[in-house]
């Protein structure tokens, strides 16, 4: 049980908030249908228009449909392999096998489903896996607060930096070697620096590089030198609107100075549930255009409670969820996305820290 830090403020009832939590699982869960996989072919259909209006204009000139059609989408499809590869449709009746967890990006289909920096199944290890069994335990491979240590030997400026310079590139100087070092853990494989660059390089910067900067532009060779430069323009600059766009929705999830990091593990499936909402933190939601812009993680505290739910379920059982953790005592953070970016900046540079739980492990309930 999660307790309070002071003898003042009541206890959280972690077993009874646990109950409730996977009372509302099961009604969410018996609520799957057609209308789930109805909304995912809809998010998808936006992606695709988006990035064939990209595909279009890429011939004109550097151009600003260009970049954020192409950015566009490249975030659907992540946004796709995030809630997909969760195995968020693998329970909805009738949802064909492409869009199984199973399926999805797996073997040939990577390159249809979701060609990127990022190895989807080095990805789906270290963040499905990793990740949400240990958030914001030192033992958490996106615990940023503990990965940029070494950033805060910096002078302030040169921080600062390093963050602009992350958010313009992460996916392939962070994301795409990071991950890629848990799946060869996981297979035991070599994992030293020269083994993880030398696998990330073959698998990952090699095809995904040659397919932007060299095969992307060629494809329009026909119309000349110039609409080829201005397609290389476009698909480079594309893919930097990419990195901050999916920087600025990622990032904040789990850092901030009033969110908790933990050094040890929840004693109990019921504290784990509780550790899930105070370690994350949700934005603005509601409506598909709102919640298409977030790629769907502005329900961080949902899909942390329930990481396998259809990305229309989460507007369904947002609010349940807030009156489950309101009747507990159980803090429920929500701010707008920019907000969230500054309190995770400000733990990246080093000027505050995260939260961590009072004596025994034990977290503050909400007042």
């Not at 011939?59 to 969760?86: D, E, F, M």
């Amino acid at each position: 049980m999660l307790q309070a830090a002071t003898s003042v403020r009541p206890t959280i009832d972690a077993e009874a908030f646990a109950r409730d939590i996977r009372a509302l699982r099961s009604e969410i869960f018996a609520s799957l249908g057609a209308e789930d996989l109805e909304h995912l072919g809809r998010l998808e259909r936006w992606g695709r228009a988006a990035r064939a209006v990209g595909l279009l204009t890429a011939w004109a000139g550097p151009n600003p449909v260009s970049v954020l059609g192409l950015a566009l989408g490249q975030s659907t499809r992540w946004l796709l392999l995030h809630h997909v590869g969760h195995k968020g449709y693998d329970r909805v009746p009738g949802a064909p096998p492409e869009k199984t967890s199973a399926r999805f990006a797996r073997g040939g289909r990577r390159f249809a489903d979701f060609f990127d920096w990022i190895e989807p199944e080095a990805w789906i290890h270290e963040h499905n896996v990793l990740h949400h069994a240990f958030t914001s335990e030192d033992t958490d491979p996106d615990l940023i607060e503990r990965n940029v240590d070494w950033v805060h030997e910096l002078p302030k400026p040169a921080r600062y930096l390093m963050l602009a310079l992350l958010a313009g590139t992460w996916r392939a100087t962070y994301y795409a070697p990071a991950t890629l070092k848990t799946l060869l853990e996981r297979d035991g494989k070599p994992t030293s620096t020269a083994d993880v660059y030398r696998e990330v390089a073959l698998r990952s910067w090699l095809p995904f590089g040659a397919w932007t900067f060299g095969a992307l532009p060629l494809l329009y060779a026909p119309l000349g030198p110039l609409a080829m430069l201005s397609a290389l323009a476009n698909s480079a600059l594309a893919d930097v609107v990419a990195n901050v766009h999916t920087f600025v929705v990622v990032g904040p999830n789990h850092a901030g100075v009033d969110l908790y990091r933990w050094d040890d593990r929840a004693a109990s499936p019921a504290e784990h549930l509780v550790r899930q909402v105070v370690s994350s933190t949700n934005y603005a939601t509601g409506g598909d255009l709102n919640d298409y812009a977030h790629l769907f993680l502005n329900y961080q505290i949902e899909h942390h409670l329930f990481p396998d739910l259809p990305m229309r379920q989460y507007q369904r059982v947002a609010p349940k969820v807030k009156a489950i953790c309101e009747k507990h005592g159980v803090p429920y953070l929500q701010e707008g996305v920019f907000s969230r970016l500054k309190k995770m900046a400000d733990i990246f540079v080093g000027n505050t820290k995260m939260r961590r739980p009072g004596p025994g492990g034990r977290a503050e309930p909400s007042r």
